[in-house]
Structures are given as C-alpha cells and as structure tokens.
C-alpha cells in the first residue's frame, strides 16, 4: 500500500504527551516506524470515505463497522485533521465532536 502520510519522529512526540512514561514514548516511536499509524489513519479514511455520512462522529463510523474499533477510530481523527483530510465543524453530537471530509463531492 502506498505511503500517503510521511511519518516522522516528530509524529512519534505528538502521540505520547511529555508526561507519559518512556514505555508509552517508545510505543509510539514504534508505531510510526513500524507504519502502523499510516495503515490505521489510512484504514480510517477508507473508512469515512465509504460512509454515506456528510459529517460523522467517531462513533457512528465505529458504529457502521463494529463499536470494538471505536477507539482506534478516535485516535486517529486528529492525526487525518493535521494532514489536511477532515476537519471539524464545531459541533457536538451524543458528546462527540463532529466531524467532515475536507472536499467531499455528493452527487456525482
């Protein structure tokens, strides 16, 4: 699968706050050179693009899959915002923070 988001060791500093323990520092190092948040922030826009929703939330995207996916789902929101592919709306939903495709195109 190709590479769309370059990752870096700064990405890997932004996952684990300052405060967290080295083994949750290292974690994150890990997931980015191993490129499994690429594989999951890519699996998560495949899985907002074949939504059918005009704005979404974490968990009816969780839901339209299996709810057992919902925090990976979560946690890689924010990750897709930095990148430019979704950006909030400033709305809540069911205490979730509401979410849209940057340029998605209806009714092609």
């Known amino acids: ?4 988001f370059a990752e870096t060791v700064e990405t890997a500093r932004a996952l684990a706050r300052t405060c967290d323990p ?7 190092l890990k997931m980015v050179k191993s490129g499994a948040l690429n594989r999951q922030e890519q699996w998560v826009l495949r ?3 074949n939504s059918m929703f005009p704005d979404f ?6 839901r339209g899959i299996k709810d057992k996916y919902y925090y990976i789902i979560q946690r890689r929101l924010s990750g897709l915002n930095d990148k430019g592919k979704i950006e909030l709306t400033g709305e809540r939903r069911d205490g979730c923070r509401v979410w849209r495709l940057v340029n998605r195109k209806y009714g092609n």
């Open 1 to 4: 699968m190709e590479n769309l």
């Open 22 to 28: 080295q083994t949750s520092k290292d974690a994150a």
């Open 47 to 49: 899985q907002i693009e």
């Open 57 to 62: 939330t974490a968990l009816e995207i969780a």
